[in-house]
């Protein structure tokens, strides 16, 4: 008996020091190279990463990458960001799979497992390979990524079940990103039809796609596109529709610059709980578990038909999950003005809301795993109560042993932008003083100031504060 008592304080011990060590959320792991993201110091960042004991983890290999491949891109390596997200775009497609992991995912947490991305972060990776190519200047390789996101997207919900489908199926602003390559790369027709494309989403949509309402950047560029094309009926309706007319381009026209600006940082992941509840009786040699709060039910089997495997009629149980909490961007909201002009101002316009994704799709995600996560804890605690009606003693340390290890995966590709605003202005100089200006709610402003030489076609430029409230 003495053996026994000491082999269980041995295991509590133990038990307690792991979860001391193991409690840290990604973003708690995380905290040191963001700091540096946020200072501009993206070099110490990259050296951050490579000394983050939890990134370099083989099952954080993807994350990595992710993580690293955005801060090259801050830093204007745009070949080493791309090099790192073709690596990360392989993992995905092989499905990496650490089996020791996903062992230990069984026992403890989801943490465990190879990192996998959440659905959003897989098509993210397109559009900053996008972005690369166009700061390359391969224009036709910036329209095969541009691409991809939303044939990813329709990848990705196709192998869903009917009913459990992400609402993120299309992207509007890559479909408008596609307009803007074509534009760039000579094909108008194309470009004209990636704008309509773009604004028929709106309009399913009442206007408003996932936090973007239609840009109006994105209404001229339709109507435009299909003057220069002869589309008559097309400029007139949507003219009409909108309220916008054609602008035609002046006669010192140099060519179009296009301003894209990244504000704040996405929400990143915490942990919460969802109850469940053991209804009574045993169906077959299976229990039911329920919850409330989401209306969902599912059973259990508890390897005995006669018996509920120890779950009386009001055993409670908690599973955990991840849920966002939002960093709200410092600035929020912002303009371009050219050569000093300030009859020359240009608003910037929000085209992406990463925050607003990101909570949809995790909501999605809730209704179609949180029945395999409950499962997987019910079956714990069955295990337990088994235990314990043998040997109190042995089923209390099996308990807490539960109790602790249960974690959900908090890991999130987190130096992703929180809102993406663009706009896009006429150039009328040889050379051109853009000043990019950005403000927050109490009117503190930065500015940043931008020499462009037109090439009589599209330009880009990208201006970037991940600064967030509380954390500027």
């Known amino acids: ?20 060590f193991g409690c840290a959320t990604y973003h708690q792991l995380s905290a040191k190279y963001q700091h540096e993201v946020l200072s501009g110091e993206f070099d110490v960042a990259m050296k951050s990463i490579d000394n983050n004991k939890f990134l370099t983890k083989d099952r954080n290999e993807l994350l990595y990458c992710l993580e690293k491949g955005k801060i090259a891109y801050l830093k204007g390596d745009y070949k080493l960001s791309n090099e790192l997200f073709n690596k990360a775009d392989l993992l995905i497609e092989d499905h990496k799979v650490s089996k020791v992991g996903e062992a230990l995912a069984v026992l403890s947490n989801p943490e465990k497992t190879t990192y996998k991305s959440e659905d959003f972060e897989k098509v993210a990776i397109h559009y900053y390979k996008a972005l690369n190519y166009i700061f390359l200047n391969s224009y036709d390789e910036a329209l095969v990524e541009a691409k991809r996101i939303n044939l990813q997207l329709q990848e990705i919900n196709d192998a869903y079940p009917a009913g459990k489908k992400n609402r993120y199926t299309t992207d509007a602003f890559a479909l408008n990103l596609q307009g803007l390559l074509y534009e760039v790369t000579g094909n108008l027709n194309d470009a004209f039809i990636s704008y309509r494309n773009a604004v028929e989403l709106y309009q399913e949509n009442e206007g408003t796609y996932f936090g973007v309402n239609i840009p109006t950047q994105l209404k001229k560029d339709l109507i435009n596109s299909a003057h220069r094309l002869g589309f008559k009926d097309e400029e007139l309706r949507y003219s009409e529709l909108f309220q916008i007319k054609y602008e035609a381009k002046p006669n010192d026209f140099k060519g179009d610059l296009v301003v894209f600006w990244e504000s704040g940082l996405v929400p990143y992941k915490s942990q919460t709980y969802f109850t469940f509840t053991s209804l009574p009786g045993n169906n077959n040699g299976f229990v039911s578990i329920a919850n409330e709060e989401l209306g969902i039910s599912f059973p259990v089997p508890t390897g005995n038909h006669n018996s509920n495997g120890g779950f009386s009629d009001l ?12 960093r709200a961007p410092y600035f929020t909201n912002g303009k371009v003005i050219l050569n000093n002009n300030v009859s020359e101002e240009y608003k ?22 949180i029945g395999k996560i409950a499962i997987r804890v019910a079956t714990k605690k069955l295990s337990e109560n088994i235990v314990r009606n043998q040997n109190e003693n042995l089923g209390a340390v099996l308990g807490l042993i539960n109790a602790l290890t249960e974690k959900t995966d908090t890991r999130n590709w987190q130096t992703l932008p929180n809102k993406i605003y663009y706009t896009r202005i006429p150039l009328n ?21 931008f020499e462009v030489k037109p090439s009589g076609n599209l330009n880009f430029i990208n201006y970037i504060t991940p600064q967030s409230q509380g954390f500027n």
């Open 315 to 326: 055993n409670v149980f908690n599973i955990a999950f991840p849920k966002y909490e939002d």
């Open 348 to 369: 910037l316009e929000l085209v992406e809301d990463y925050k607003t994704i990101a909570f949809q799709t995790l909501k999605d995600r809730t209704i179609r795993e």
């Open 429 to 449: 100089q040889t050379e051109n003083k853009v000043k990019v200006q950005v403000k927050t709610n109490n009117g503190e402003t930065v500015a940043k100031e």
């Open 1 to 20: 008996m003495k053996k026994i008592v000491f082999i269980i304080k041995y295991v509590l011990v133990a038990v307690l020091a792991l979860s001391t």
